[in-house]
């Protein structure tokens, strides 16, 4: 039995020996493989592609006026230098897989039929998204840095590509900004407006008051008093100089209270005011200027030799496969012709 065991039975350490004794085969289905690899691998089956790259960095910059406009104490004043860390880079990875970007630049580019998806095709769409995908890819570096790598069959329009999609990052991310900028300068216009006419509102109605004789409370009342006891010691209660005395002090009591509440309120108002405008300036200047939101490290350029496919990686792997393959399939057939 034993010996029968060891007669059905392959041995691996004769594997070399094996082998040399199939090498014929062996030999011969490994460079036929690799001769059909190299036919199937050449541009007449499989059209080149060319890779371009553009590296950039997110800022930390959002707003134009905080990054250069003085800014009270309470406020950080943004580094306008200062390069983004991991949020901000994650931030750019999200709009550069925006759709927005996307169809701009298939739009731009004409896709659909560069990559020659028929109209007839019942999910064109959903194909040319594949090839997409597949030819433009973002990654976020160990850097923190953004990788924008495309492949194309054509080394100009790759690098163009890439390019292009640098700038448009730039663009939708700037139009994302705009449209909240614009919105909270909105707000703070209707603040402003509405302010300013409060206080115009005070300041006519302290005006009114003026010309019945209210001044300054506090010291005209002080100083009519002190006037009406001198008065009516030298002239008695009953003057005409007193009673003078007694009107003003009469109209004092009776619209003092109200002019100190409106000169209090306007002070205040007049403070909180000048912050407003403060904060007008700042939004306005964030909707009409702006500063690049990311820095470009590397812009792309033609390629000068193809990335894929690798001719000699490609046959490479096809002759080993094919030697491997055919020597499992000999060893498969010898060991049941032998069992048989």
């Known amino acids: 039995m034993n010996k029968e065991r060891s007669t059905h039975t392959f041995d691996s350490g004769n594997i070399i020996i094996f082998a040399w004794k199939w ?3 062996l030999l011969t289905v490994s ?11 050449s541009p007449y089956f499989i059209k080149p592609r060319f890779k371009s790259t553009v590296i950039v960095f997110p800022t930390t910059t959002y707003s134009v006026s905080k990054a250069l406009l003085p800014q009270t104490s ?3 004043t943004q580094d306008v230098l200062e390069f983004g860390e991991e949020q901000q880079a994650d931030q750019l990875l999200q709009i550069l897989k925006s759709d927005e970007i996307r169809s701009r630049i298939i739009d731009e580019y004409d896709l659909m039929n560069h990559y020659n998806i028929k109209e007839s095709h019942p999910y064109r769409v959903t194909q040319l998204h594949k090839k997409y995908n597949n030819n433009i890819s973002f990654r976020r570096t160990e850097y923190m840095s953004i990788e924008i790598k495309v492949l194309d069959t054509s080394a100009d329009t790759a690098a163009m590509i890439a390019n292009d999609i640098a700038v448009l990052l730039d663009e939708v991310k700037h139009r994302i900004q705009q449209e909240r900028a614009q919105k909270a300068l909105k707000i703070v216009e209707n603040e402003y407006n509405q302010m300013r006419e409060e206080l115009k509102d005070m300041e006519k109605f302290l005006t009114e008051l003026r010309y019945k004789g209210v001044h300054d409370y506090e010291r005209q009342a002080g100083a009519l008093t002190e006037q009406l006891g001198r008065s009516i010691i030298q002239t008695g209660s009953k003057s005409d100089k007193t009673r003078d005395i007694q009107n003003k002090l009469d109209t004092l009591a009776k619209y003092g209270g109200l002019y100190v509440s409106l000169r209090d309120e306007a002070s ?8 407003v405008k403060n904060k007008l300036a700042q939004a306005r200047v964030d909707v009409s200027e702006q500063l690049p939101t990311v820095f470009t490290v590397n812009e792309a350029f033609p390629a000068e030799r193809k990335t894929y496919p690798k001719r000699s990686l490609i046959v490479a792997v096809s002759f080993f496969s094919a030697l491997l393959f055919t020597l499992i399939v000999i060893i498969v057939v010898e060991t049941i012709r032998k069992r048989m």
């Open 23 to 25: 090498r014929t085969p």
């Open 31 to 41: 460079l036929v493989a690799a001769i059909v690899a190299v036919i199937f691998s």
């Open 74 to 76: 309470a406020t950080k």
């Open 268 to 275: 205040l108002l007049q403070e909180e005011f000048v912050k």
